[in-house]
Structure formats: C-alpha cells, structure tokens
T-cell receptor, first 116, second 118 residues
Framework: NAGVMQNPRHLVRRRGQEARLRCSPM?????VYWYRQLPEEGLKFMVY????????ESGMPKERFSAEFPKEGPSILRIQQVVRGDSAAYFC??????????????FGSGTQLSVL | AQSVTQPDIHITVSEGASLELRCNYS??????LFWYVQSPGQGLQLLLK??????LVQGIKGFEAEFKRSQSSFNLRKPSVHWSDAAEYFC????????????????FGQGTILTVHP
C-alpha cells in the first residue's frame, strides 16, 4: 500500500504566481487534512475535507487559499498570488474514517513551497 | 482554545542514555494527546497516543509517555536512546468536537529536535 503521496516535493514560485499542491490519500481513505509548517514552528491545521466536502476550514487564511477534494483525483491546495510569507512546508494527512479515537492519521512527506 | 508547549527546542543526549521530552498542554476538558516523530524530509509518524484509561501508554520504537492531569503534561520517555532516534519530536493535542466526536484537527507544539551523540 502506497502511503500518502504529495507532489511536488519542492515548488518554487515567484511572488504573484499561483501554487497548486497535490495530495493523494492512502487507498481507501476519504478524509484529508492539510497542515502548514512555518520555519521553526509546529504544524498548524488549515483545512479538513471529506470527499467533495469541506468539513472544517477554520485554519485557512480568508483570502488567496482554497482547497478541494473531488470525487475523483487528489486533493488540491491552491494558493493564489503567493507572497513570501507563504513559504512553508505543507503537509497532507489522511484517514479512513473521521474519528481520531478510532483512526490513525497518516502524513505525507510534504511539499516545500519557496516564494522568491 | 487549546495549546501545546514543548519547552525544549533542542536536546542532545548520548547514545544509550535515557531521554525525556517535555510537553505541556492547555485544554479545558480531557484531551486527546499524541506524540509524533519527524525525520528530515519525511512526514510525521505516530509514536503513541492517549485518549483515556491507563495514564502510562506504550508506543512504537520503545517509547512511552505518561499523562499527568494535575501537571497538564504528557512527557515522552525512552530508557535507552539509539542513534536512529535522532529526529524532531512533536507533541499534539486533539479536541473533542460536537456530539463527543473528534476528528484529526490537532494542535501541535513547536517541536523538540533530538541530537544523539555516539
């Protein structure tokens, strides 16, 4: 079983460009989470999605950031008009079911976004 | 809102020595507590978790952690450290959501980097 796959591993963008980060959850997992890790900080929750639905986006910046998890294909985290402060490692995690007491979160290796 | 504090940013130990990584949390109810390990260029791997019951929990790779409600702590321990344990360790807390359920929305501490000397 392949783990949580994130691509690209490294993404370089210039200020004002768009960044698209992809996450393919583990096979059979329909719950996806995105976290952001700024330098020398812990991971910060951004958004929780279940197939075709956003369940909790309380950690998403109000502007420029969006996420989707379509019925087919990977989950996408999209950042429009990137700024230097968006430079960070973005991690995706997936689980089979919603309850953390019953399930285990599996993390991908992350996408390192660098904004020039 | 819940929060997690890992007071030690960087810890260095000799191989074979014992290890304790500190974690303090702030949460109004009984928390769900986790320890994760992150090796360079890798995602996070779950070491152990506490939801209820026995306050001393055993995890993978010989790690254990003890939940102490009176001290709001969940410290990670290992009796004898191996060179392969060098990594960054994160403590995290999960909240009980509506209807008593809880999903994978975790609050992480800033991490402790462990260096192991031969």
């Amino acid at each position: 079983n392949a783990g949580v796959m994130q691509n690209p591993r490294h993404l370089v963008r210039r200020r004002g460009q768009e960044a698209r980060l992809r996450c393919s959850p583990m096979k059979g997992h329909s719950h996806v989470y995105w976290y952001r890790q700024l330098p020398e900080e812990g991971l910060k929750f951004m958004v929780y999605l279940q197939k075709e639905n956003i369940i909790d986006e309380s950690g998403m910046p109000k502007e420029r950031f969006s996420a989707e998890f379509p019925k087919e294909g990977p989950s996408i985290l999209r950042i429009q008009q990137v700024v230097r402060g968006d430079s960070a490692a973005y991690f995706c995690a997936s689980s089979h079911g919603p309850r953390i007491t019953n399930e285990k979160l599996f993390f991908g290796s992350g996408t390192q976004l660098s904004v020039l | 809102a819940q929060s997690v504090t890992q007071p030690d940013i960087h810890i260095t130990v000799s191989e074979g020595a014992s290890l304790e990584l500190r974690c303090n949390y702030s949460y109004g109810a009984t928390p769900y507590l986790f320890w994760y390990v992150q090796s360079p260029g890798q995602g996070l791997q779950l070491l152990l978790k506490y939801f209820s019951g026995d306050t001393l929990v055993q995890g993978i790779k010989g790690f254990e952690a003890e939940f102490k409600r009176s001290q709001s702590s969940f410290n990670l321990r290992k009796p004898s450290v191996h060179w392969s344990d060098a990594a960054e360790y994160f403590c995290a807390v999960g909240a009980q959501g509506a209807g008593g359920t809880s999903y994978g929305k975790l609050t992480f501490g800033q991490g402790t980097i462990l260096t192991v000397h031969p």
